[in-house]
């Protein structure tokens, strides 16, 4: 009796093996190309716009090995105006290997093709006079400010929660940094961040490990550094909004001297899966705090110039395609 159930179940078995063997051979991938480990980071962007930047949501998910990468981008504004518009959207793939860029137009299915470089930028005509900004009613265009001293503090809060499967610590730090114009007048810039960091996982470090090979080989090619300008805990597109607010009255030096400040953040342990950053600019020098308190409403003194949102949805190694770093066969190249 206890052979015969052995064997009817040995039977079972067998048969349950032909029927998943089936299914298999019906299942087949549709993608022929091979697989490799590749890092897949996903991103979410919140901003509440400032000046000629306006306010909007992005998702960002990136595809990266050491000598290739793959970028797709969406994103709609959330302003009263702009939130019925959606921003401009696309896919970018950089591959090393062959030294080239793909930027890809799936409406129209074509994939311009560049030097890692980029393409040349076609000659503009030359427009007499300044394109008015929202802050030159309010600023004097001609003062100059220079960057001052910059201090840095992190505290640990000692509060940890759960964010997207990142198992993840606050911080809780405060950017305070100060300029002075030609009339020795000062305004200070205030930066408090909200800062959520992971230990990380093997898999994450993984992720992390071909994500700065590429950057690595990719910055030897171009023949530039990226690795040393960025932190990790200071999103790059806050600091693009910040610089151009500065931008009429800030010289370039001055201001890449204050987004430095950026790298002290890097004594944080971990990697940040969420960062809320509030900016806020005060004082007098070169009419600086009238204008930003246009931007923030004269009835709300205390109401931040800039709020930014960085979320790391995902960041893991995934298998994928081959596939996904070049261009589709039905997109047109064009050079």
């Not at 205030?190 to 993984?206: E, H, K, N, S, Y």
């Not at 987004?259 to 899966?273: D, M, S, T, Y």
Request: positive net charge; proline residues 6%; hydrophobic residues 35%.
């Amino acid at each position: 009796m206890e052979k015969q159930l052995v064997l009817r179940n040995a039977a079972i078995g067998a048969a349950a093996a032909l029927v998943l063997s089936a299914c298999a051979g019906v299942q087949k991938d549709p993608d022929p190309t091979p697989i490799s480990p590749t890092a897949v980071l996903e991103v979410h962007l919140a901003s509440s716009g400032l000046q000629d930047a306006p306010a909007f949501e992005s998702t960002t998910v990136t595809y990266t090995r050491a000598n290739m990468m793959r970028s797709e981008s969406k994103g709609h504004g959330t302003g009263a105006i702009t939130r019925f518009l959606d921003m401009e959207s696309g896919a970018r793939i950089e591959r090393l290997d062959r030294k080239l860029a793909w930027t890809l137009d799936a409406r129209n299915k074509l994939a311009e093709q560049c030097p890692l470089t980029g393409c040349p930028v076609p000659a503009l005509k030359k427009t007499p006079g300044k394109i008015p900004t929202a802050t030159d009613k309010s600023r004097n265009p001609d003062c100059r400010l220079r960057s001052g001293n910059t201090s840095v503090t992190i505290e640990p809060t000692g509060q940890k929660r759960n964010i997207n499967g990142f198992e993840a610590e606050q911080y809780d730090v405060k950017w305070v940094s100060t300029f002075r114009d030609n009339a020795s007048r000062r305004s200070t810039s205030t930066i408090a961040l909200d800062v959520w960091a992971t230990p990380g996982t093997t898999d994450l470090r993984d992720a992390m490990a071909l994500e700065k090979a590429f950057a690595r080989a990719r910055d030897k090619l171009t023949d530039t550094d990226t690795e040393s300008d960025r932190s990790a805990f200071f999103p790059v597109e806050a600091g693009k909004v910040i610089g151009a607010y500065l931008a009429p009255n800030v010289s370039p030096t001055d201001r890449a001297a204050f987004l430095a400040g950026a790298r002290k953040l890097e004594k944080i342990k971990g990697q940040p899966v969420l960062v809320t950053l509030q900016w806020r600019f005060s004082g007098e020098a070169c009419g600086m705090n009238e204008a930003a308190a246009t931007e923030a409403t004269k009835d709300a003194d205390d109401r931040p110039l800039l709020t930014f949102t960085s979320e790391v949805k995902m960041h893991r190694t995934e298998a994928r395609h081959d596939s996904l770093f070049v261009p589709p066969k039905d997109y047109k190249i064009t050079k």
